[in-house]
């Protein structure tokens, strides 16, 4: 099997050889493949789900661009899930494990192996764009939560965490303006940023009972209102006697930056251990507010942001 895999990765290597190129922020080039921008280990694993992958019909799939809020919709959906699936015991893995390690992620720890996964737990994340799903997921009747966020905070976020990352090998980090100059152009992880975004509202209000489209900035305005939403299109909402006995508000809770942030396993833990992705999960969580873009970009740099965003939206019914 293990010699299987090693020559799949290595034909995957060869045809991504042959794609257009671009810098991308973090040190190594970004393939073109399908409209979207992708640093070669997820594409590589994209490629092999997209040949590869089927999901359980039950399978819930959170959707998102990198730094729009993953971490946390993955931590509301596992523990509103367990909640009522699964004992007590399962929901409080969220204490000892980061959320990346509770939901797996589709174009990495699956393409890797389909089997890194608990089955009694439908979740399973993905940062590929919709037009890229595999059409296994397309044509099934599974579930897409998408979470977006406004694109000068998902950028601002982004440039720390990829900073971070650089610095903890002792690398430079690629200077924000720099960062900011390829991002305007579309050029990130699963970038365009916009594309992504449009790929999955267009698909939301064409299958608006199979794709479920939030956002950061809603969710954190109501919190209680959005876990609510999350579990009764999850198929698992929130009895009388948990909304009253204050179930929603402990889910909250837990799943709250303060929360997460300050658990021994995300202030010094790693996740992905013993794989060349291995992050630590601290660069997970950094201030989780609303505008902080406000403290890092000039008002220049927000306004000319702003403007492709609306260009690029214009006339889809979205404003972000
Ligand atoms: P900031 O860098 O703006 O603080 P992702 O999970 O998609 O990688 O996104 C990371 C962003 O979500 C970071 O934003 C991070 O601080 C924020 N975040 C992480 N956990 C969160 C939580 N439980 N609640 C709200 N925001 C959270």
Redesign the pocket.
């Known amino acids: 099997d293990s010699a299987e895999r090693k020559n799949e990765a290595k034909n995957y290597n060869e045809v991504m050889s042959t794609f257009p190129r671009v810098k991308g922020l973090n040190g190594y080039d970004y393939y073109l493949y399908q409209g979207f921008f992708y640093a070669p280990f997820f594409l590589e694993g994209l490629m092999a789900v997209q040949e590869c992958f089927n999901p359980q019909s039950t399978d819930i799939f959170v959707a ?1 661009c ?7 919709l993955k ?1 509301l959906t596992f523990a509103i899930f367990t909640r009522s699936r699964l004992s007590g015991s399962t929901t409080s893995s969220l204490l000892a494990k980061m959320p990346h390690d509770c939901v797996p992620l589709l174009e990495y720890d699956l393409a890797q192996n389909p089997s890194n996964r608990d089955l009694a737990i439908p979740l399973v994340s993905t940062h590929v764009p919709y037009s890229c799903l595999p059409k296994s997921i397309i044509s099934s009747s599974c579930k897409i939560i998408y979470i977006c966020r406004d694109a000068k ?1 998902a950028f ?2 982004l440039w ?1 965490f990829l900073a971070r990352l650089q610095m903890s090998k002792n690398v430079e980090p690629l200077p924000l303006e720099e960062a900011f100059e390829l991002f305007c152009n579309g050029i990130a992880n699963f970038g365009p940023y916009w594309d992504h975004v449009l790929g999955y509202w267009r698909a939301s209000l064409e299958f608006p009972e199979k794709i479920l489209f939030l956002t950061y900035e809603e969710m954190k305005k109501d919190t209680a209102a959005h876990a609510k939403k999350l579990a009764e299109f999850m198929g698992c909402s929130f009895t009388l006697e948990e909304e009253e006995g204050g179930e929603v508000q402990k889910i909250i809770s837990m ?3 303060e929360k ?1 942030s300050n658990l021994e396993v995300n202030k010094n833990g790693k996740h992905r251990l013993d794989t060349p992705i291995a992050i630590q999960n601290s660069f ?6 609303i505008g ?1 873009w406000a403290n890092h970009l000039t008002p220049e740099m927000g306004a000319r942001l702003d403007d492709i965003m609306e260009r690029k939206l214009k006339g889809s019914g979205l404003k972000l």
């Open positions: 998102s990198p730094k729009t809020g993953t971490t946390w931590a905070d601002v976020s720390y799943c709250s930056f997460l997970y969580f950094r201030k989780g507010e902080d």
